[in-house]
């Protein structure tokens, strides 16, 4: 496992930073699947007789399974390099595929829990945070900018999956055999894609770490924790996270029973097109929002994600369903919103904590997400599943919810306000040298 160490990944003196990117980009797009999970959610329940909060269980243990991985996982992406981290995802998340066919193939719907939630959950969380220290070390003048082009895939994976999946699944069929097949087909794939990340990524060489490291504050991981910072931004990304995958996981379904009863219902292929839509929209949102955030600051940016996005849910909930492109447009500002948040706060942890162990510290914030992987979907998908039981339909079934996620919103917007830099007494008093 030579290849694999981080002391094989050290670049030669003039190696082109701008290379670093794509390799990010490589396992980004592939891990960012997860957002069109909502295309397999109809035929999984249609196949398996599922219920909508059943069919979200392996989206939300995946959620869940990125948070921790990246957490537990954080110290090990710092120590061991971005390609040892970045084999580990692609290893994981291809499994978890195949496991998911197994389990489609065989109906047995744990397995598709099991492969890709939980297996491929750990793809997840090691492959998103794979990349986030090194582009930091390696763009110091622009970290907002450079985290978004990377994390900017994730959230625009979808915008391939969503019709390429969509597709397979006409083609193979959307019984168990045909989601079987879609699924071993994304398994080889992915693995195949994700290789280019393994093989291009590298590292800066020691002197540039020093020279970052010299440039900033800095405050170790285990110290973060201790700070009321890191809790106040745990909150502000679980918040701004719930609102956003709450209506991403249910994107499909969602914008049907929207206009069911109108006289221009959503087809199955263009709630396939919308999904696509609200990945472009992630994507988009996570490198022009990180990019301004370099302008105007981490603190307004987040002003601007949480307080316009409240206005924003208001008037999908009183006036979502008068038109289709106010629905849309209003959708896909949200995810705009949801995609720049995950692509500003490691930017925003730079700024507040240093460069030190960023990465550590990135993966323990995005335990807040695995909170809000449960969250997000659990409330859209309950209150919708009980407003179906109590015979409502259209855009009763999630007006609830909707006042709920701006609720939440308007509480994320509050703990921004909260943030100030962070006290002395947790900087390390000196780290130049050392090697990380």
Same mark, same amino acid.
């Given at each position: 496992?030579?290849?694999?160490?981080?002391?094989?990944?050290?670049?030669?003196?003039?190696?082109?930073?701008?290379?670093?990117?794509?390799?990010?980009?490589?396992?980004?797009?592939?891990?960012?699947?997860?957002?069109?999970?909502?295309?397999?959610?109809?035929?999984?329940?249609?196949?398996?007789?599922?219920?909508?909060?059943?069919?979200?269980?392996?989206?939300?243990?995946?959620?869940?399974?990125?948070? #921790?991985?990246?957490?537990?996982?954080?110290?090990? =992406? @710092? $120590?061991?390099?971005? +390609?040892? &981290?970045?084999? %580990? *995802? /692609?290893?994981?998340?291809?499994?978890?595929?195949?496991?998911?066919?197994?389990?489609?193939?065989?109906?047995?719907?744990?397995?598709?829990?099991?492969?890709?939630?939980?297996?491929?959950?750990?793809?997840?969380?090691?492959?998103?945070?794979?990349?986030?220290?090194?582009?930091?070390?390696?763009?110091?003048?622009?970290?907002?900018?450079?985290?978004?082009?990377?994390?900017?895939?994730?959230?625009?994976?979808?915008?391939?999956?969503?019709?390429?999946?969509?597709?397979?699944?006409?083609?193979?069929?959307?019984?168990?055999?045909?989601?079987?097949?879609?699924?071993?087909?994304?398994?080889?794939?992915?693995?195949?894609?994700?290789?280019?990340?393994? #093989?291009?990524?590298?590292?800066?060489?020691?002197? =540039? @770490? $020093?020279?970052?490291? +010299?440039? &900033?504050?800095? %405050? *170790? /991981?285990?110290?973060?924790?201790?700070?009321?910072?890191?809790?106040?931004?745990?909150?502000?990304?679980?918040?701004?996270?719930?609102?956003?995958?709450?209506?991403?996981?249910?994107?499909?379904?969602?914008?049907?029973?929207?206009?069911?009863?109108?006289?221009?219902?959503?087809?199955?292929?263009?709630?396939?097109?919308?999904?696509?839509?609200?990945?472009?929209?992630?994507?988009?949102?996570?490198?022009?929002?990180?990019?301004?955030?370099?302008?105007?600051?981490?603190?307004?940016?987040?002003?601007?994600?949480?307080?316009?996005?409240?206005?924003?849910?208001?008037?999908?909930?009183?006036?979502?369903?008068?038109?289709?492109?106010?629905?849309?447009?209003?959708?896909?500002?949200?995810?705009?919103?949801?995609?720049?948040?995950?692509?500003?706060?490691? &930017?925003?942890?730079?700024?507040?904590?240093?460069?030190?162990?960023?990465?550590?510290?990135?993966?323990?914030?995005?335990?807040?997400?695995?909170?809000?992987?449960?969250?997000?979907?659990?409330?859209?998908?309950?209150?919708?599943?009980?407003?179906?039981?109590?015979?409502?339909?259209?855009?009763?079934?999630?007006?609830?919810?909707?006042?709920?996620?701006?609720?939440?919103?308007?509480?994320?917007?509050?703990?921004?306000?909260?943030?100030?830099?962070?006290?002395?007494?947790?900087?390390?008093?000196?780290?130049?040298?050392?090697?990380?």
């Amino acid at each position: 496992m030579g290849f694999l160490d981080r002391s094989r990944t050290i670049a030669p003196p003039g190696w082109n930073r701008w290379l670093i990117p794509p390799a990010a980009l490589s396992v980004h797009l592939a891990i960012g699947q997860a957002y069109a999970w909502s295309v397999f959610k109809p035929p999984l329940e249609g196949a398996l007789d599922l219920t909508g909060t059943q069919s979200a269980l392996p989206f939300q243990l995946g959620i869940v399974m990125l948070g #921790l991985s990246a957490a537990f996982g954080g110290t090990l =992406v @710092e $120590r061991n390099g971005p +390609r040892w &981290a970045m084999f %580990v *995802s /692609a290893t994981c998340f291809s499994s978890g595929f195949l496991i998911s066919a197994l389990g489609a193939w065989t109906q047995q719907y744990w397995l598709v829990v099991l492969g890709y939630g939980f297996v491929g959950g750990i793809g997840l969380g090691i492959g998103y945070i794979s990349p986030v220290s090194t582009l930091i070390k390696w763009f110091p003048d622009r970290p907002g900018m450079a985290t978004g082009i990377a994390i900017m895939g994730f959230g625009g994976g979808a915008l391939i999956a969503s019709p390429w999946s969509a597709q397979m699944l006409e083609s193979f069929g959307r019984d168990s055999g045909g989601i079987a097949r879609a699924f071993l087909v994304h398994g080889v794939v992915y693995a195949v894609f994700m290789s280019v990340g393994v #093989l291009l990524v590298r590292v800066p060489a020691q002197v =540039v @770490e $020093r020279e970052v490291v +010299r440039s &900033a504050v800095n %405050v *170790s /991981a285990r110290n973060a924790l201790r700070t009321p910072q890191f809790w106040l931004l745990w909150v502000v990304l679980c918040f701004n996270v719930t609102a956003g995958i709450g209506i991403l996981e249910k994107a499909s379904p969602m914008i049907r029973d929207f206009f069911a009863g109108t006289s221009t219902p959503v087809a199955a292929g263009a709630a396939a097109g919308f999904v696509a839509l609200l990945s472009l929209a992630n994507m988009v949102g996570r490198i022009a929002w990180s990019s301004t955030s370099d302008l105007v600051g981490r603190k307004n940016v987040y002003r601007l994600y949480l307080g316009v996005g409240a206005l924003t849910y208001l008037v999908l909930a009183l006036a979502g369903n008068a038109s289709k492109p106010l629905f849309v447009i209003c959708a896909m500002l949200i995810l705009s919103f949801y995609g720049g948040g995950f692509a500003t706060v490691p &930017a925003y942890l730079k700024d507040l904590f240093g460069t030190y162990q960023v990465g550590a510290i990135h993966g323990r914030l995005l335990t807040a997400w695995s909170l809000a992987g449960v969250l997000g979907p659990l409330i859209v998908n309950a209150i919708a599943d009980g407003g179906k039981a109590a015979g409502r339909s259209g855009p009763d079934l999630y007006t609830v919810s909707l006042f709920i996620m701006m609720a939440l919103l308007v509480l994320g917007f509050a703990a921004n306000e909260l943030v100030r830099p962070v006290a002395a007494k947790y900087h390390e008093p000196e780290v130049e040298g050392v090697v990380r």
